[in-house]
C-alpha cells in the first residue's frame, strides 16, 4: 500500500538517506530521480520513478498513482561553481524542475512539501551566526536559483493552501552509522570526502583554498551538520507541518564552526593516515565564515544535532568509505 510520500532526488546523497530514515519507520517513500547524480543502487527503500523532474505529465501521474501527500524535494543541480560555469543549465534544472513539481503537486493533491534549500541563499552574510532573518543575497546561480524556489513556493503553497518547510541546509556531511550508504557526487567537492580520499596513496591531494582568512588558523570555518540530523530535523518538521500545518523556514546545521584546518586533523586522527594538502589561493565568493544559528529549528520542532560533533561526522564518513584507522590496521 502507499505511504503517500515521495522522495525527489531519493538516489543522491541526503534524499537517500532521508528514504532509509522512512524505511526505518516503516513509511518507505516513492523515489523520483532522473540518476543524473544518483545512484540506482541507492534507492533500496521504496520504488524508483526513473522521471526527470522536469516531465510534468509522467510526474503527475506518478505522484497521482503513489496517493501522494507528502513531497520532499532534494533533486536538485547543486554545484555552486558548476552554477557559476553554466547557470542556464542551473535555472532550467533547479527553477523549471520546481515549478514542473509543484504543478503536479496542486494537480495531485499533494498536502505538504518540504524544500531542501541552501546557506547559499544568504550569500556573504554581514554578521555570524546566520539566522532565519539575516538578508538573502546569493553570489552564485546556485545560491539564486533556491532563493527563487523559495519564493515560488511561498506564493504557490499560499495560494494552495499547501503546508509547507523550507530548510536551509548548511555543510551535510557524514554517512548512516550503519554504514548502509555513504556520500557519493562526481566529482566530489565536498571537503570531507575529499581529504578523506588524499589519505589514500592514489587520492589526489587535497586544494586548500586560502590560508589567510581572518579566522583563527587563517583557513576557512564552515558549519557540517551529520546527514543523519540534517534528515531527522526534515522528519521533525513533517511531523510538525501534519500536526499544525502553515509554514516553517529554518536553518539546519550544527550551530558550530570547523575550520579547513581542524578538518584536516580530525581525519588524520581518526584514518591513521595522513592527509596530502596542496595549497591554493582563495577561491572567489569563499566567504570566511558560514555558522548557522539553530535555535529557531530548536524552539520550534525541539531539534537537537546530536551527531553533529566533527569526529563523530568524519569517524561515519570514514566507515562508509572502509578507512577507519581499526580497518586499516587490519588490512597492514
Ligand atoms: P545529490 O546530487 O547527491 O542528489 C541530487 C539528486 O537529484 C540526484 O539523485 C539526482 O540524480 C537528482 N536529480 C537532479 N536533477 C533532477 C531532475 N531534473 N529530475 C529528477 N531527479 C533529479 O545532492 P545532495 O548533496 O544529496 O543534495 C540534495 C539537496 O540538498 C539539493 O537540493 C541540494 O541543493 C541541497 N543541499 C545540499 C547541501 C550539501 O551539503 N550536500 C547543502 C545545502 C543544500
Redesign the pocket.
Known amino acids: 500500500a502507499s505511504t503517500g510520500i515521495c522522495v525527489?532526488?531519493g538516489?543522491?546523497?541526503?534524499?537517500s538517506h532521508a528514504c532509509y530514515a522512512l524505511g526505518v519507520e516503516g513509511r518507505p517513500p516513492l523515489v523520483?530521480?532522473?540518476?543524473?547524480?544518483?545512484h540506482r543502487a541507492a534507492v533500496r527503500w521504496g520504488p524508483l520513478a526513473h522521471?526527470?523532474?522536469?516531465d510534468t505529465t509522467q510526474l503527475t501521474h506518478a505522484l497521482w498513482q503513489h496517493k501522494t501527500r507528502t513531497v520532499l524535494h532534494?533533486?536538485?543541480?547543486?554545484y555552486v561553481g558548476d552554477s557559476m560555469q553554466d547557470p542556464i543549465s542551473y535555472y532550467d534544472?533547479n527553477v523549471c524542475?520546481m515549478i514542473s513539481l509543484l504543478q503536479a503537486c496542486l494537480a495531485a493533491g499533494v498536502r505538504h512539501f518540504i524544500l531542501?534549500?541552501?546557506?547559499?541563499t544568504y550569500g556573504i552574510p554581514q554578521t555570524i551566526p546566520i539566522t532565519e532573518t539575516t538578508s538573502q543575497r546569493p553570489i552564485s546561480p546556485y545560491g539564486q536559483s533556491?532563493l527563487i524556489c523559495e519564493n515560488i513556493l511561498r506564493d504557490a503553497a499560499g495560494q494552495a493552501g499547501m503546508d509547507f518547510a523550507i530548510l536551509r541546509?548548511f555543510?551535510?556531511a557524514g554517512a548512516d552509522p550503519s554504514g548502509a550508504l555513504c556520500e557519493e557526487?562526481s566529482p566530489e567537492t565536498?571537503l570531507i570526502p575529499r581529504a578523506l580520499a588524499a589519505t589514500c596513496p592514489q587520492g589526489e591531494p587535497l586544494a586548500l583554498f586560502g590560508t589567510d582568512y581572518d579566522t583563527a588558523d587563517g583557513t576557512c570555518v564552515r558549519d557540517y551538520i551529520h546527514v543523519s540530523d540534517l534528515v531527522r530535523g526534515h522528519l521533525m518538521a513533517l511531523a510538525h507541518l501534519e500536526k499544525f500545518g502553515g509554514s516553517l523556514v529554518l536553518n539546519l546545521g550544527s550551530g558550530r564552526g570547523v575550520s579547513n584546518m581542524q578538518i584536516i586533523q580530525v581525519v588524520e586522527e581518526v584514518t591513521g593516515a595522513e592527509v596530502k594538502v596542496r595549497k591554493a589561493p582563495r577561491r572567489q565568493g569563499d566567504p570566511p565564515s558560514l555558522i548557522a544559528d539553530i535555535n529557531q529549528a530548536r524552539e520550534i520542532l525541539g531539534f537537537e544535532p546530536n551527531h553533529s560533533d566533527i569526529h563523530t561526522i568524519i569517524a561515519d564518513a570514514a566507515r562508509s568509505f572502509g578507512l577507519l584507522k581499526v580497518q586499516n590496521a587490519k588490512s597492514a
Open positions: 525527489t532526488g538516489a543522491g546523497y541526503i534524499g523520483v530521480d532522473n540518476l543524473v547524480t544518483g522521471i526527470d523532474l522536469r532534494f533533486a536538485a543541480s547543486a534544472n524542475g531542501s534549500s541552501s546557506c547559499a533556491k541546509y555543510n551535510a557526487h565536498h
